[in-house]
């Protein structure tokens, strides 16, 4: 797969990043910048590209600390 396709990307992750690229360009910010802020953003939620199902490994975040 190219470097910056978004195949990999599940429906609502790329529904997601269209929102959020939507809200970047009526800040003000280029397409471009948008949309790399969108994909960046959905990135850091959720750790990258298709990851669903069962067997699915919890963030760091989510897990409790004894």
């Known amino acids: 797969m190219a470097r910056g ?5 599940t429906s609502k992750q790329r529904r ?3 929102h959020i ?4 360009k009526k800040s003000g910010t280029s397409a471009k910048t948008a949309a790399r802020i969108a994909y960046a ?3 850091k939620r ?3 590209g ?4 069962s067997g699915r490994k919890k963030s760091s975040r989510s897990r409790s600390k004894k």
């Open 41 to 43: 953003t959905v990135n």
């Open 46 to 48: 959720d750790g990258g």
């Open 21 to 24: 690229e939507k809200s970047e």
């Open 16 to 18: 997601q990043a269209s």
């Open 5 to 9: 396709s978004k195949k990999s990307y």
């Open 50 to 53: 298709k990851k669903s199902g």
